[in-house]
C-alpha cells in the first residue's frame, strides 16, 4: 500500500513540471501546444547529451531547461505568435506540424535508440516496506522544489498577477499598461523551461528517447484537461489523479477475470487509463475539476 | 489654455464603413469633456482610436505633445492616459481587490518585483492603500474579496474605473460610466470626478445621460455619424440647429432638455 502511494507520487511528479507548462501557457496564449510535450523530449535529450559529455548532473538539468526555454521563445517569435492571430484552431495545427518537426530533428540526429544518464549504478534505500531509486528521490525532490517556486510566483509576487490579469482579460490588460507580447514571451519561456526540467528529470529512469514526447502527449493533456486548462496548480492536481489511474491500472490483479492467480494489464495499456479519463473529463467537467463557475452572460 | 490631448483630422473606415470622418478637438489639464451623439456615431470608436485600440486610417493624436497612433495600448497608458471600455468583463479568477493591484503599473522591474527590497515592498503597501481608498470611493469595499467575473454589471463598470485610476492618469477617458449605475452612486460619482479634475486630471466621457453630462461637463463635443456637428456648453445644446438635426426622428430632443 505505501509502495502504491509512493508510486503515484513519483508517477505525478513526473507529469507535474511538464502539464503546469502547458497549462501556463494555454492560460495566455489560448491555444493548446501539442508540441509542449516535445520540449520535454528535447530537455531529455540535451541534459542527458551534456552529462555523458561530462557536465555535472545539476548543471545538465539546468541547462536543458534553459535551452527548451529559448526555443520556445524562437518558436512563438517565428511561429506562434503569428498564428495565434488567425485564432487557436489555426495555431494548434501550427503546432502539431512543429511537433513533428521536433521529433523528425531527434530522429535525424541522434536516432531511434534510447540514451541514458552515466550515472553510477545505485541500490535502491529499503525505507521500511518502500523501496525508493535515489533517481526518483532526487526527481521528485527537484519537483517539489520548482512547484513551490512556481506557486509563489504566480500567487505571490507583481509579475504572476499581470500574468492572471493577462489571462483572464487582454483588453482590460493592455489598457492597465501590460505588454502582452512580453509576457506571452516570457509565459512560452517558463511553460517551455518547465517541460524541458521535467522531461530530462523524467530521463532519469526513462533515458532520452525519441518518443518520449508522444508518450506524454495523452497523460499531460488529460491532466491539464482535468485542472481545468489554464488553471496551471490544478494541471499539477490532474497529474496526480492521472498517475492514481495509471497506477491503479498497472497494480490491479485482474487474475480473476481469467481464473488465475496472478494477471495484470499489459503495460501498453496504461495508456488507455490516462485516455478514458481524458474522454469522461471532456464529457462531465469541460471546464476542469476545480471550475468555480463564476461564468456570468 | 495650455493642452493636453490633441485630435486632429482623426479617421477610421471599418470595411469601406466610414466612422470616423476628420475628427478634430483638444481637451486641456483638469477640463472634463463630454461626447454625446446617438447610437452608432462613433464614440466609442473614438475612445478606441484615441487609446491605442483601434489603429486610425489618418490624422494625428497626441497626448503632451507625444504622438499616439502608432503606439500600443500599454505604451499610451504608460505615457498617462487610462480608459474604461463600454462593456466591461472582469477575470473569473481574481478577486476585486487583486484585479485593482493588477491595474497599477508604475514601472517595475522584473527582476526587482521578484526579489522585493525594501522599495519594493513600500510600492506594493502603496498600491494597496491606493486600491483600498477607491474600493472605500466606489463602495465596493464590501465585495473586495469576490472574483470580479461576479460582480453585477453596475459594480463592474465602477470597478473598471477603479482600474483606470489605478494607473494615475493625467487623462481619463470613460465609456457610459453610470450605464446600470445607481442614481445616487451616480451623484458621488459627479462629486468624485470633479475632485479628480480639480487635481489636474483631464476627463474625456462618453455618455447618454444627459443629466450626469450637465452637471458634470464644461464642454460637449457632438459625434454625429462620425463628424464633429457641435462644440458646445451643455446649456446650449439644445439651441443647436445642427445637434437638433443629429438627434431628430428620435426621442432625444427631450432628453437634451435634461442637460439645461
Ligand atoms: N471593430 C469594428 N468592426 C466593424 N465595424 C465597427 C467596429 N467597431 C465599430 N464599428 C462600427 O462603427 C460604428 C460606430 O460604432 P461605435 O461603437 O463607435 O458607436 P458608439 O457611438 O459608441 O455607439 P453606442 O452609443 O451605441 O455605444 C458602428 O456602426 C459600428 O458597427
Ligand atoms: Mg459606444
Redesign the pocket.
Known amino acids: 500500500m505505501l509502495q502504491f502511494l509512493f508510486d503515484t507520487l513519483s508517477r505525478s511528479s513526473d507529469l507535474a513540471l511538464i502539464a503546469l507548462g502547458l497549462s501556463l501557457v494555454y492560460g495566455l496564449a489560448k491555444f493548446p501546444n501539442i508540441a509542449h510535450v516535445q520540449y520535454a523530449m528535447l530537455g531529455a535529450f540535451a541534459s542527458v547529451v551534456l552529462q555523458r559529455a561530462g557536465t555535472p548532473l545539476a548543471l545538465a538539468l539546468g541547462m536543458a531547461s534553459l535551452l527548451a526555454g529559448s526555443l520556445a521563445v524562437l518558436c512563438n517569435l517565428w511561429v506562434f505568435s503569428r498564428l495565434r492571430r488567425q485564432g487557436p484552431a489555426i495555431a494548434m495545427i501550427g503546432s502539431l506540424a512543429l511537433a513533428m518537426i521536433l521529433v523528425a530533428a531527434a530522429l535525424a540526429g541522434h536516432g531511434a535508440s534510447p540514451l541514458a544518464y552515466r550515472l553510477p549504478l545505485s541500490a535502491p534505500w529499503v525505507l521500511g516496506p518502500l523501496f525508493v531509486a535515489p533517481n526518483q528521490a532526487l526527481a521528485m525532490g527537484v519537483t517539489l522544489a520548482v512547484l513551490l517556486a512556481c506557486t509563489w510566483l504566480l500567487l505571490g509576487t507583481r509579475q504572476g498577477r499581470a500574468m492572471r490579469a493577462l489571462a483572464c482579460n487582454p483588453p482590460l490588460a493592455a489598457a492597465a499598461g501590460l505588454d502582452a507580447e512580453r509576457i506571452i514571451h516570457a509565459v512560452h519561456f517558463l511553460g517551455a523551461a518547465l517541460a524541458g526540467l521535467g522531461g530530462a528529470l523524467l530521463a532519469l529512469n526513462t533515458g532520452a528517447y525519441v518518443n518520449l514526447g508522444n508518450d506524454l502527449l495523452l497523460p499531460i493533456f488529460a491532466a491539464a484537461i482535468l485542472g481545468g486548462l489554464g488553471n496551471p496548480l490544478g494541471a499539477v492536481f490532474g497529474g496526480l489523479l492521472i498517475a492514481l489511474a495509471e497506477t491503479l491500472v498497472t497494480n490491479l490483479n485482474i487474475g480473476w477475470l481469467y481464473g488465475q492467480p496472478m494477471a495484470f494489464v499489459p503495460a501498453g495499456y496504461i495508456g488507455a487509463a490516462s485516455f478514458v479519463i481524458l474522454l469522461l473529463a471532456l464529457l462531465l467537467r469541460p471546464y476542469g475539476l476545480f471550475d468555480r463557475e463564476v461564468r456570468r452572460v | 489654455m495650455s493642452t493636453l490631448l490633441t485630435v486632429t483630422g482623426v479617421t477610421k473606415a471599418?470595411?469601406g464603413?466610414a466612422?470616423l470622418q476628420g475628427v478634430d478637438f483638444a481637451i486641456g489639464p483638469g477640463e472634463i469633456v463630454g461626447v454625446i451623439?446617438p447610437?452608432?456615431?462613433?464614440?466609442?470608436?473614438l475612445l478606441n482610436a484615441i487609446s491605442g485600440f483601434t489603429p486610425v486610417d489618418a490624422g494625428r493624436i497626441e497626448l503632451g505633445g507625444a504622438p499616439l497612433q502608432r503606439l500600443a495600448p500599454h505604451r499610451i497608458h504608460g505615457l498617462g492616459l487610462a480608459r474604461t471600455f463600454?462593456l466591461p468583463a472582469m477575470p473569473e479568477k481574481m478577486t476585486v481587490f487583486e484585479v485593482l493591484l493588477a491595474a497599477d503599473n508604475r514601472r517595475h522591474g522584473f527582476w526587482a518585483s521578484l526579489c522585493g527590497g525594501a522599495e519594493q515592498r513600500a510600492q506594493e503597501a502603496a498600491s494597496r492603500a491606493l486600491a483600498t481608498q477607491w474600493l472605500g470611493e466606489l463602495l465596493l469595499t464590501g465585495v473586495r474579496d469576490t472574483p470580479a467575473a461576479a460582480l453585477s454589471g453596475g459594480q463592474k463598470k465602477l470597478l473598471s474605473v477603479g482600474c483606470a485610476l489605478m494607473g494615475n492618469p493625467r487623462l481619463l477617458m470613460l465609456d457610459e460610466p453610470t450605464a446600470g449605475v445607481h442614481p445616487n452612486l451616480r451623484r458621488d460619482m459627479v462629486a468624485m470626478l470633479q475632485g479628480l479634475a480639480a487635481r489636474g486630471i483631464a476627463l474625456l466621457i462618453v455618455e447618454?445621460d444627459m443629466h450626469f453630462i450637465g452637471e458634470l461637463c464644461q464642454r460637449c463635443i457632438v459625434l454625429d455619424r462620425g463628424r464633429v456637428v457641435a462644440q458646445c456648453t451643455p446649456a446650449q445644446l439644445s439651441q443647436h440647429p445642427q445637434v437638433l438635426q443629429a438627434y431628430l426622428g428620435s426621442e432625444h430632443p427631450v432628453v437634451l432638455e435634461a442637460a439645461v
Open positions: 471599418f470595411a464603413n466612422v451623439g447610437n452608432g456615431s462613433g464614440k466609442s470608436t463600454q447618454h
